[in-house]
Every structure is written in C-alpha cells, then in structure tokens.
C-alpha cells in the first residue's frame, strides 16, 4: 500500500497499520479491524516509504491538514459533533476487453479516504471526508 | 496477508470455477481458455455469457459500495452488450445457468453506451461471504476468517447482421467497490 494509517484513540491506545495490514485481534482482520471509529481523536494517513504525514483529521474539531495546510468543511457557527472516523480504499479493477493475446485486467487504481461522520444542529448525520490518490 | 482480489469465471453446466480470471474476451465457446480468435462470434449471433465475479481474501475489515459498468470504448453497429441487473434485494442475484448463446434475458441491463457518470447509473453490485450465489448484501464485514464473493457480474455480447467483421474497438469494463 501506498499510504499507511495511524489511529490515536481517546484512550491513548494507538493503531499502527504495516504492509501486512494484518488485526492484533482477529485472524483475517485488517488493521482497521482493530479500530473504533468512535473513539479516534485523530488519524494520520502517512506516506509508506518515508513515514511522513500525508493527511490527517483530527476528530475533535474535524479540520484536515494536507502538507502541513490545515482546514475545515464545517460552518465555524454550527460545528458538527459526535464525530466518528471514517476510512476506506477505493479500488478500480478496469479490464480491457479485446486486446488480443494480452491480459485484459490493464489497472487496479487504489484511492484513499479519510474523514468522519458527524451530527449537525439538527441531528442530521453528514460525512466530510477527502481521498488521496 | 493484506487483502488480494481476483476475477472468476464458471463456465460449463458443473459451474467448474477457474481462478485469477485477467481477460474477458466475448466469443463463440464456453471456456477460459480459448483465444477469442478462434472462436469468434458470426454476426446475427451472441456470444456465449462471460459469467465472471470478484473474489476477495485475506486481510480485510468491511467492503462496500460496488459498482460495475462500461467506462470506455465505444462498440459499433450492430453490437449490444448486456450485464446483470443492479442489485436493490437480494434476490436481484443471478443464478448460474449453463453459459449459451441465446440472448439471455436474465441480463436486463444494457451497457451498450459508455457509461461517463460512473458509478452514477452503473449496476449495483453486493458481496457474499459464501459464494457468489450466496446471501447478498450491499456491504460485508470480517468476523473470523471469512473471503468475499460479489454477485456475478455476467455479461453477453449481442450482435445483429450489420455486426463489422474482424475485432470490436477495445472495451473497458471497471469493478469499483470500498475496502477498509
């Protein structure tokens, strides 16, 4: 992978996510089987050949920093609350279909998205999140 | 082990599964094996159903969102291409059935045109942790060892008479799904 995940939760325990991508405490887990969306104060996407900060949220006040740039999505006057993590890859499997004598599967792109979920004034469930390429 | 995914494909009347699918080709047999040159479609005919899905192990937590399409390469005259339908229940999952050339109306969802919006109108896929006839769900977590399957993701080449001779432009068809 490309980027790996550091997870600090509010309890301080820390989620380290390796190449093996593999949870401490279930057999064909990933490593974000071993994260609670729900107790992570912050979660940093980090570049996997360097360990530098490729981005980051940070669940308590739900602003992102991207090259060291920090910002929000959220209205200053109406922050949302009950913040939740929320992290996936996105996979592209394209297959080019009629290249003779070739394998057609030609791409398997990966995205990455970080953000969280969280509850207006209303009580209405809204999603920030930003991908990586 | 992080999670690795394949394409399958079920071809004859046992469904007999071959693995790490990387091509395809619509053509005039039931195999995995044989080049689409040497079996190709006469116009006016179909080509035989390409029953292929998606396969996911080893590490993984959750996978959601799918989606299947044609995203590029425009087909010619004469030529339709037909998927299965979206997934919105559970029992919009095709059933294997022996792979033929007559137009199998089961595959009521014509991607023909390139679809440029992708996933916006794209067919909905689901995931199995059985197999990919299995209990479909439109998202799948990981409570002990288990694999994926997405719902087969069938397709059949239609072709009238006024079909060109010689190879279709190429064709992109694109999987996309969400994995943490």
């Known amino acids: 992978m490309r980027y790996l995940f550091e997870a600090i939760h509010s309890d301080g325990r820390k989620v380290v996510q390796t190449q093996d991508d593999v949870s401490k405490t279930r057999p064909t887990g990933s490593a974000f089987s071993d994260v609670e969306p729900g107790q992570v104060l912050w979660f940093i996407l980090r570049d996997a050949e360097n360990g530098s900060s490729v981005a980051e949220v940070d669940l308590r006040t739900g602003k992102f920093t991207v090259g060291g740039a920090s910002f929000s999505v959220e209205d200053d006057a109406a922050p949302l609350r009950e913040r939740s993590l929320v992290y996936f890859r996105r996979h592209w499997h394209t297959l080019n279909v009629g290249v003779f004598g070739e394998p057609d599967e030609i791409e398997h792109r990966v995205t990455f998205h970080i953000g969280y979920t969280g509850r207006d004034h209303n009580g209405v469930e809204r999603q920030h999140t930003i991908s990586i390429s | ?180």
Request: charged share 10%.
């Open chain 2, 1 to 180: 082990m992080a999670a690795t995914f394949e394409f399958r494909e079920a071809n004859g009347a046992g469904q007999t599964i071959t693995n790490a699918r990387t091509e395809c080709n619509w053509k005039n047999i039931d195999d995995s094996t044989t080049a689409y040159t040497s079996s190709p479609i006469t116009a006016g005919n179909n080509s035989f159903e390409k029953w292929q899905f998606g396969y996911l192990s080893g590490s993984w937590n959750n996978i959601s969102n799918g989606y299947f399409d044609h995203t590029a390469g425009a087909l010619g005259t004469g030529l339709t291409l037909k998927c299965q339908p979206s997934m919105t229940t559970g029992t919009d999952k095709l059933a294997y059935a022996t792979p033929s050339t007559t137009a199998n109306s089961s595959l009521s969802k014509t991607i023909t045109s390139v679809n440029s919006s992708f996933p916006t109108g794209a067919a909905v896929v689901w995931f199995s942790k059985t197999s990919q006839t299995g209990t479909m769900t439109s998202s799948v977590s990981n409570t002990g060892t288990d694999v994926a399957y997405t719902n087969y993701l069938t397709t059949q080449l239609q072709t009238t008479g006024s079909a060109a001779a010689g190879d279709t432009a190429t064709v992109t068809l694109t999987l996309r799904y969400d994995e943490n």
